[in-house]
């Protein structure tokens, strides 16, 4: 294989999330001499899931998805846009640990702005969505939401993970934080547990991990070649998604594209959305091509019911939702088209081109800048009026699935999936990318499969 990389890779789904972002900055890291992988937004409620060659199993929520490379894992730096849950990050490193990776929290660097999850934002997290009864947003209930609104009303005492190394100020911040979300929820008894308590991993966190503060970033850039990791799906965004069905989260290319900017590294990223060959969402809110008869034919290993996000959906390839997704992001340089095993399996799996909406076809749904979340709400309720309309069948065959995905969303694959290994991912040899004058000069993928791959 003749591979020309650019210098840095920014991966992010173009959907609701699930599409396989992990397997795909897995083989990105088998593949080239990566040695970081940087995660730029969300937090502990990422669900990246890996299968090692040796069919071990991880499901990574804050390490990056490199860690079980196949040569010495690739190290994970936090930016300061992740929301970072210490007490999850410890659980996972145990995890990481019965998979044979040595001292996990070693390979960890955490910038000391990003903010902190906790057991109160948990708590709180789930005390608003179960009083939402039937009109639930679809909550992951370990308190993302809750930690960014905390940090927007009450920037001062909003933790932050360098407060892990000030054992004062941390117990100062989280006594605060307990009181108010105590109060704002009208309870009679305290939040959650005790002060002392709750700061005990928070302080371990700080003896374990490696603290950075802004320079570390641009001179980890300069280093080499780095993965942006990126968590949830652009249908999902807390500005572009559908109101009020998201994340606390940008879940688009900006965060990486702004760490770059900030480290003189603008434009030195290749920009790869990833896809299902089907559409998928857990939980409720829009998902205008859902099919309930999908699901005996694509049954999901990694995926289920959540007892707080809810049941995992499946529905045909939504190009519409795809394009807008990629009209809101400001465009892919190249796709990884993941699950193409599927159309095999289900022969009448389909992409659908437009909706019928009151009567009309609608081919493109519209996008707006940040801020406007009536606008999102507008358009949620127009996609929950929606129904499929024009739609085409590529049949079972892998090659001509990414041809027809290509064509309609009018971007590249670069590469295929058909399984859950690295060793299931093919470059699509088609692939040309040409970006003059940035850093990225050029993709060429010389090996694939023409055909049905194995």
């Not at 020309?4 to 990105?28: E, F, I, M, N, W």
């Not at 005990?200 to 950075?212: G, K, M, Q, S």
């Not at 790869?272 to 091509?289: A, E």
């Amino acid at each position: 294989m003749t591979t020309s990389y650019p210098q840095h890779t920014v991966v992010v789904d173009l959907g609701y999330g699930d599409a396989g972002k992990g397997t795909v900055v897995d083989r990105l890291c088998q593949d080239t001499d990566v040695r970081t992988v940087v995660r730029f937004n969300g937090g502990a409620q990422a669900a990246h899931n890996v299968v090692t060659p040796d069919g071990r199993h991880h499901t990574f929520a804050q390490f990056g998805s490199g860690t079980l490379r196949a040569r010495a894992g690739a190290d994970t730096h936090l930016s300061r846009f992740m929301l970072v849950d210490p007490v999850a990050l410890a659980a996972e490193a145990a995890a990481l640990t019965r998979l044979g990776v040595h001292r996990p929290l070693t390979l960890l660097s955490v910038d000391r702005r990003a903010l902190l999850t906790t057991p109160y934002h948990a708590a709180a997290n789930r005390h608003r969505e179960t009083a939402r009864g039937g009109a639930r947003h679809g909550s992951c209930g370990l308190g993302i939401g809750e930690t960014a609104a905390y940090a927007l009303a009450h920037p001062d005492d909003a933790l932050a993970a360098g407060d892990c190394a000030a054992p004062a100020r941390l117990l100062a911040k989280l006594s605060r934080l307990r009181d108010r979300l105590t109060a704002d929820l009208g309870l009679p008894d305290p939040l959650g547990p005790p002060v002392e308590d709750c700061a005990a991993p928070f302080l371990a966190f700080a003896d374990h991990v490696t603290l950075t503060d802004e320079s570390f970033l641009p001179r980890l850039l300069r280093s080499g070649p780095v993965v942006f990791e990126g968590a949830q799906g652009v249908l999902l965004d807390e500005w572009h998604g559908f109101h009020p069905y998201t994340t606390w989260s940008t879940t688009t290319f900006g965060n990486a594209e702004t760490l770059l900017a900030e480290a003189g590294a603008a434009g030195t990223a290749l920009r790869l959305g990833v896809l299902r060959s089907y559409t998928t969402r857990h939980g409720p809110g829009p998902m205008v091509t859902e099919d309930q008869n999908l699901r005996a034919a694509l049954p999901e290993p990694h995926n289920g019911h959540g007892p707080w996000q809810g049941a995992f959906r499946l529905g045909h390839f939504d190009a519409v939702a795809h394009r807008y997704a990629l009209a809101a992001c400001g465009g892919a340089d190249a796709l990884a088209l993941t699950h193409l095993d599927a159309p095999a399996r289900h022969p009448g799996l389909a992409i659908c081109e437009s909706y019928r909406v009151d009567g009309d076809e609608l081919h493109d749904l519209p996008t707006g800048p940040p801020g406007d979340l009536e606008r999102q709400s507008r358009l949620t309720a127009l996609l929950l009026r929606a129904r499929p309309g024009r739609s085409r069948t590529p049949g079972p065959a892998p090659a001509v699935w990414t041809e027809a995905v290509a064509d309609t969303l009018r971007t590249p694959v670069l590469l295929e999936s058909h399984g859950p290994r690295a060793t299931d991912k093919h470059w699509w040899a088609t692939a040309a990318l040409d970006h003059g004058g940035a850093g990225v000069t050029s993709v060429h993928m010389a090996d694939s499969c023409p055909g049905a791959c194995p």
